[in-house]
C-alpha cells in the first residue's frame, strides 16, 4: 500500500545542495572576507561572524531560493461566525492573452473573482466599474496579467479582513522572471506614509476596500490603483501582512526626490548646540559650515568639556558673543548633560543637536530639516551622514540591529540601488542619530530631554526618538539633507575597562527600556537579518 507521507529527502538534498552553494558563491566573491567570518564564527562572535556572513550570502542569487525553500504554509486562523468577504481581482491585460489566463488560473485555484479590463477586445476600466456587484461590498486586488498569489494567500487576506478594521490590507511581494523563476524579495516596513510619498509599494501587491463611488473617479487614471489607494489612506491605517503573498511581473520604481529649490519662508529661530573638548581643527570647519548655512535665525552654543589645548581655548575666547556662546561643562563626558544644559539656555524654538565633528557641505541642510521639523505629526528628524570617504555613515536608526540599535544602510555608497534607494527617500524611522538631530525645542523638553543617568554617552538619541514616537511625534530621516561626519574624530572609541563597562551598562538599559534585543523594528522586517546594517535576507 503506498504511503501519502511526503518522502522529505529530495527537500533535504536540495536544501543542502543549495546551502553548499552559497557559501562557495560567498567565499568565490571574497575569499579573505568569508575566513574572516569563520574565524569570528569558531572564536564564537556570533553576532559578528552572522553580520559579514549576511553580506556574503547574499553575494549569491541562490539565496533567495533557499528561503522559498524554507518558505513555511501560510497557516490561517478565521472565527467560526465570520461571512467570507468578497476578494475580486482586477486585472489589466495589457500583457497579452497567455499572460492573463496564466494569472487567471492562479486566482480560480485560490477562490478569488476575476474581471480583466485593457485593450484588444476587453472593456475600459470604466466600463468594467459598471459590471462589479458592489452590493457585495467586494475587497479590490489591482494585479497586471501574469501576476500570481501565493497558494493561501486569499486565505491570509480574508483572516486578516476578520481581525482589523483596515481598509487597505498590503503584503510582501517578489517578481517572476521570463523563466518564472521567483527573485528580487521586496519584505516592506510597515505602513509608512511618509515613505509611501516617494515610493508606492502597495498597489498591485494588496486589497482595497473601496466604494463604486471612489472607484469611478479614479477608473480613467493611468495610476488608478495608486490614486485609490492614496483615497483610502486617509480613512485607516493600512495593515501589513509580513507574508509573501504576491508575485508579479514588476513593480513601480521609488522617486528619489530633489532638493527643494523653494523652501517655506519664515521658518522658526533655531538653537545649534555644539559639545566638543580640544580638537579645534574639527571644531573650527564645523562652526564654519554653520556660517555658512543658508538660514535666516540661528544661535550657535558651544559646550566646551575641559578643553585644555591652549589653541582649542584660544579659539573658543576669539568667537563672536554676538553669533556664538560659550558654555562650560566640566568633569566626565556626558553627551546627555552637555546637551540638556545649552538646551536650558537656548532660545530657538528648534534644537539642533550636532556633533563637532560634522562637516556641511551644502548651505540648505537646516532649512532641509527645519520644513519637516515643524509638521504636527513629527518628532526627531536626523539627516543623511556619509564618511569623508563618501559612504553612508546613518540613514536611520533601526532597532533591533545587532540586538541593540544600529545604522541603516551603514558602508552604502549613495550612488548604489541599496535596498530599493531606502537610503535616498525620505521616510519615517524609529530613530535617527543624534550627531545631527533637529527637534521642536518644546517637544524635547516634554518628554525630559536627554536621559543622563541610563545613557550618559551611547544610545541617548534612539531612546529620545522612542519617547518622542510615544508621544505621536515620529522620527523622520531626511536623506536631502546631507552632511560629512568624521565619526568618534574627538572623543576616540571606547576600548578602555571603563568605557567599556559604561556602554554595557547602556546598552542593558536599552534591552531593558525598549527590548531591542526582542522587537522587530515595525519599518524593518523579521525576514531581514538583525545580524548586518544593510537589508539582507536572514537565513
Known sequence: MRSNRTNPYPAKALGFWLTLSIHGDAFRADPRAYLTALWWRLRRKRVRSRGQFAQLFNHSRRI???????????????????????????????????????TLQNLSAEGVQALSFGKGGFPTLVEMTKQIDWRSHPWLMPMSAGDKIAPGAAAAYRASISQSE????????????????????????DWNSELFRYFDYLSGACIIRASREEMEMVAERDEWANCLVAQRIGKGRPLHIKQMLHHRQMRPLPKVPATPDCLVKNLPPVTVIVPTRNRVDLLATCLAGITA????????????????????????????????RVLRHEGVFNYSAINNLAARHASGQLLCLLNNDIEVIEPKWMSTMAVQAVRDDVGAVGARLLYPDGRIQHAGVVIGMGNAAGHAHRFLDPNEEGYFRRHALPQFTSAVTGACLLVQRDRFFAVGGLDERNFPVAFNDVDL?????????????????????????????????????????ELTAL???????????????????????????RL
Open 511 to 537: 534591552k531593558k527600556l525598549w527590548k531591542a534585543d526582542e522587537v522587530v523594528d515595525p519599518f524593518h522586517h523579521p525576514e531581514l537579518t538583525r545580524a548586518s546594517e544593510s537589508f539582507l535576507l
Open 293 to 324: 548655512t543658508d538660514y535666516p535665525n540661528m544661535e550657535v552654543i558651544v559646550v566646551d568639556n575641559d578643553s585644555d589645548d591652549p589653541n582649542t581655548l584660544s579659539f573658543l575666547n576669539r568667537l563672536d558673543p554676538r553669533t556664538h
Open 465 to 505: 526618538c522612542m519617547r518622542l514616537n510615544q508621544r505621536g511625534w515620529q522620527s523622520l530621516y531626511e536623506p536631502r539633507a546631507t552632511l560629512i561626519h568624521h565619526e568618534s574624530v574627538s572623543r576616540g572609541l571606547d576600548r578602555d575597562p571603563i568605557g567599556a563597562a559604561r556602554f554595557a551598562g
Open 64 to 102: 533567495y531560493d533557499l528561503w522559498i525553500l524554507r518558505e513555511q504554509r501560510i497557516a490561517i486562523e478565521v472565527c467560526k461566525d465570520f461571512v467570507e468577504p468578497v476578494i475580486l481581482a482586477l486585472i489589466d491585460a495589457s500583457a497579452g492573452q497567455e499572460a492573463l489566463e496564466q
Open 166 to 189: 483596515a481598509t487597505i490590507i498590503y503584503a510582501d511581494d517578489d517578481l517572476l522572471n521570463q523563466a518564472g523563476r521567483r527573485i528580487a524579495p521586496h519584505f516592506k516596513p
